[in-house]
Structures are given as structure tokens and as C-alpha cells.
């Protein structure tokens, strides 16, 4: 699979593989977490609505709830396709940090 994905829509993508089904807050609570700092929401569902558009991922509206007033939130979802195109990413990723030189790069 060739498709080019910025690194934000990669970190969003793994995010969303990491968990079974989620929505834009557990997202941005998740990469807080994962690499300390923060992402507004509008920023998380710009890409979300991109990674939908290539086919990397699927939403769904979900029940309304009392916490919400009755709204209902979107719920995102990974596809095959997503899955395939991070592993992808990640085994080139893995490929070029091999043949980096062990020089010492602490200096």
C-alpha cells in the first residue's frame, strides 16, 4: 500500500488501533498520554474526517447520552486498510533505522 499519511494522521491512526471503537475526546486524552501534549479538538477531527476520506477509518453516530444533553457523539473505528497502511509505515520506519550509522550522537 502506498498512501501518504502526515505524521499527525499516522498518530491519530495508531490511536484509533490501539482501542476497539473511540471519539474525538478519548483521542485527544490518548495522545496527551501517549505523547504529552495537547491537540484541540477541531485539529483531531480535521483528520479524522481525511483518514475517513482515504478509507482508513470508518465512524459511526453513537446512542445519545444524558452526559451529552441527549447529543450524540461520532465513534471512529480503524479499518483493514488503516491497519495496513501504519504496519506499512512502520516496517519502512524499522527498515531506515537499521541502516543508520551507530556513530555516537550524544555530543
Not at 499516522?10 to 490511536?15: A, F, R, S, Y
Not at 486524552?29 to 501517549?34: A, F, G, N, P, R
Not at 447520552?65 to 479499518?79: L, V
Amino acid at each position: 500500500m502506498n498512501l501518504q499519511l502526515g505524521t499527525l494522521e499516522e498518530m491519530i491512526l495508531i490511536i484509533l488501533l490501539m482501542k476497539e471503537e473511540t471519539y474525538g475526546v478519548d483521542i485527544a486524552k490518548e495522545y496527551q498520554k501517549q505523547l504529552n501534549q495537547s491537540i484541540s479538538l477541531p485539529a483531531i477531527h480535521v483528520v479524522l474526517k481525511r483518514l475517513e476520506n482515504k478509507g482508513l477509518v470508518n465512524s459511526k453516530m453513537g446512542e445519545p447520552t444524558a452526559e451529552r444533553g441527549g447529543r450524540r457523539k461520532r465513534i471512529y473505528t480503524a479499518t483493514n486498510k488503516g491497519f495496513e497502511a501504519a504496519r506499512d509505515l512502520q516496517q519502512k520506519r524499522t527498515e531506515m533505522w537499521k541502516v543508520i550509522p551507530k556513530f555516537n550522537f550524544s555530543a
